[in-house]
């Protein structure tokens, strides 16, 4: 058993209250269990408890043994001088405040039942702990807790988007392009599309927007794409020369170090999602759209910010994937899947971030119906919840599922998830029911 399983035993009063008494063995009647504290300091604020007819406020600190209040140094910490009760697993040990009051130690006996549901969810070997007992499960409550769980998604994204925004200088144009740029290589090669926006930062590349050969020459260049013997049969192509001539120029000029061309992956990626055909896209994007951020605050239905990532490679690249070597004729564009990943992955969270950070509710909003305008992702996690019975209808809850398996589940955090607390609860006397709605 984890401490987490006593806190929650503690908020939702899942205990077996006849036996939580004093050492002197009096009974204590909780009237509110505090204010759950997941910051530094006791873990409960402002708890009411009262017991031989007196009534105490103060702070509640829960432990598995007694002891650990001392070996987690509380008892040299003033910050838990207001503490009126130690909520403990095991009274192995008397224990004092830094201020030299001995704390009143008791023990708390969880309900029996509770505690299994607890132990068979978290000990599991299944990857979704609950997967058989979701059939049986309300289904409002599931789709309300996938609802909150993009909405918590996209919050987690903000944080990051507001670190790159505080290092452009809160430019959010070129805190778009490096989001949209890592994006632009999928998973697999996301790390160095992310070095390459770094390296040739939107605001050089918009110097020679109106001269696409010179924009791919800055991306590929400063990809490491042109290094020589990268491409042994790129020698004699007149366009690979072309770029290399050009890239030498530029980069004398503005001084570019390229990122090492090894670090892009080819392997296992269809032709047309190779980083040679993903680098002159974007190319091409960023070299005839100007303000591409503001058009994406503009956009209103979802096909018009569709039609602003669909963009085409260059003509070179109708022939071919990499350099010098030709292949059937294809013209390489965007396809209506890979937009759609691009919207959820890239734009959708920075015009949320965009949103939040202005406090605009109805940016917030527009992402959001977006997201429930998409359709459901395709991949291995969301096969994995279609065969666990849950159906996803659209992006956002494809998006709030993904939140759900990689921060819930993976982590066996079920007493934080709505659907593993409500089945931990099952059967228990809750003071309301809407308490299995709220955050354990």
């Known amino acids: 058993m984890k401490e987490e399983f006593l806190h929650f035993a503690w908020k939702y009063g899942l205990y077996i209250k006849e036996s939580f008494r004093t050492p002197a063995g009096d ?14 300091g006791p873990d409960f604020f402002n708890a009411r408890i009262r017991y031989n007819g007196i009534e105490w406020a103060g702070n509640v600190e829960i432990h598995l ?45 969880t309900e029996e039942e509770v505690l299994d549901r607890y132990l068979n969810l978290v000990n599991n070997p299944l990857t979704i702990a609950c997967q058989e007992e979701l059939p049986r499960t309300d289904k409002f409550r599931i789709y309300n ?37 890592r994006y632009f290589g999928f998973r697999v090669n996301s790390e160095p599309f992310e070095m390459l926006s770094k390296t040739v930062p939107l605001k050089l590349l918009r ?9 791919e020459a800055l991306l590929f260049g400063a990809a490491g794409m042109l290094e020589e013997g990268l ?36 392997s296992k990626l269809r032709p047309v999602n190779f980083p040679t055909i993903r680098i002159a896209q974007m190319a091409s ?36 994937y990499v350099f010098g070597r030709k292949g059937n004729r294809m013209d390489k564009k965007t396809g209506e899947e890979a937009v759609n990943i691009f919207l959820i992955n890239a734009v959708i969270p920075v015009l949320f971030a965009y949103g939040k950070f202005h406090g605009s509710d109805e940016i917030c909003s527009r ?7 998409l359709p459901p ?64």
Not at 32 to 37: A, M, Q, R, S, V
Not at 163 to 179: A, K, M, P, Q
Not at 208 to 213: E, I, K, M, V, Y
């Open 231 to 266: 491409f042994r049969d790129a020698l004699s192509d007149g366009y690979y020369s072309d770029l290399v001539r050009e890239f030498r120029m530029l980069s004398a000029k503005y001084g570019i170090k390229p990122v090492h061309g090894w670090l892009w992956k080819f």
């Open 27 to 40: 009974l204590i009647e909780v009237l509110h269990p505090g204010e759950y504290n997941r910051d530094s």
């Open 207 to 215: 110097k020679h927007g109106d001269n696409l050969l010179q924009a």
């Open 65 to 109: 043994r007694a002891s650990h209040f001392e070996t987690h140094g509380h008892n040299r910490d003033h910050a838990y001088d207001n503490t009126i009760l130690h909520v403990v697993g095991e009274d192995d040990k008397k224990v004092f405040t830094a201020g030299g009051t001995e704390l009143m130690n008791v023990v708390i006996k």
């Open 285 to 320: 994007l960023v070299s005839s759209k100007e303000g591409l951020f503001a058009r994406v605050i503009e956009a209103g239905q979802t096909d018009v910010l569709k039609s602003l990532f669909k963009t085409k490679a260059s003509e070179y690249w109708d022939n071919h």
């Open 377 to 440: 992702e395709e991949n291995r996690i969301v096969r994995e919840w279609r065969d666990a019975g849950i159906e996803p209808a659209s992006a956002s809850d494809t998006q709030g599922l993904l939140m759900l398996r990689e921060n819930y589940c993976a982590r066996r955090r079920c007493l934080e998830c709505r659907i593993g607390a409500s089945l931990i609860m099952e059967g228990s006397a809750l003071k309301r029911e809407d308490e299995l709605m709220l955050e354990p």
């Open 145 to 181: 807790w996938i609802n909150a769980l993009t909405i918590e998604r996209l919050e987690e994204k903000y944080v990051k988007v507001k670190e790159i925004l505080s290092s452009t200088g809160n430019d959010w144009e070129e805190t778009f392009y490096r989001v949209m740029a």
């Open 367 to 373: 992402a959001l119906n977006y997201l429930e305008s």
